[in-house]
């Protein structure tokens, strides 16, 4: 009888240590997928923001197109974005392309007839959500990756992540330039108008881009 009432106890203490692992290993499956797929937020707002980007360069150009090398140095930060294949290099990435546009709208600044393009502004305005969207985002992402890698690192969760095979993820991180907001508010900008020289009455326009003077 008491090797019976033994045995009971040694099962039902192996059947509660096997629900305890189960447990365990469940939960940083659920906190691995929960990494995933805040990563899965940062991913669309970051295509986002790069599918503005050729439309951002057009228009710039129409009335810039001699500033080729921020035309270049944008194009490229948005080619190592749509190629990063790991969260640090979609992090570096970003942030390149974060500093790539600041240039991009410091040169906007010199042209008052750009900031007031309808286009322009629409793009800008679009643009700073998506900026917004990627901060929520990054903080998101970046917190689920604390709270596995946490789960990783801690008793007794650490034993069963060793033996299944389960691996640190990688922070979002922005640099100094990166954490800087890009800067796209021209809505007060008025467009400056232009002053005709001394003795000349004629009208004039400014040339609007895709138009040909005459």
């Known amino acids: 009888m008491a090797v019976i009432i033994i045995l009971g106890v040694v099962v039902a203490v192996a059947v509660i240590g096997v629900l305890i692992l189960i447990a ?22 970051l295509r986002r923001r790069a599918s503005l980007v050729p439309n951002l360069v057009e228009t ?9 090398e921020t ?4 194009t490229r930060a948005r080619s190592a974005v749509e190629q990063a294949g790991s969260v640090p290099d979609a992090a570096a990435a970003t942030n390149m392309l974060t ?4 240039h991009l709208f410091a040169v ?6 750009l900031q007031a393009a309808p286009n322009f502004l629409e793009l800008q305005r679009e643009l700073s959500d998506i900026e917004e969207k990627i901060a929520f985002a990054r903080q998101f992402y970046n917190t689920n990756v604390l ?22 993820e990688e922070f979002f991180e922005a640099d100094e330039e990166g954490r800087a907001e890009v800067r796209v508010d021209f809505t007060g900008a ?11 009455t004629t009208d004039t326009q400014p040339e609007q881009p895709g138009q040909q003077t005459p």
């Open 147 to 168: 709270d596995y890698n946490n789960r990783l690192q801690t008793v007794p969760t650490v034993f069963i992540a060793g033996m299944f095979g389960f691996t640190r």
């Open 108 to 113: 906007a600044e010199n042209y008052p007839q």
């Open 99 to 102: 500093g790539a546009l600041r």
């Open 190 to 200: 008025q467009a400056a108008p232009a002053t005709p020289a001394s003795g000349d």
């Open 60 to 68: 710039v150009k129409g009335y810039a197109s001699h500033e080729r």
């Open 24 to 45: 365990m290993y469940n939960g940083l499956i659920r906190s691995r997928n929960r990494v995933k797929e805040a990563w899965s937020g940062i991913d669309v707002q």
């Open 71 to 74: 035309f270049e140095e944008v």
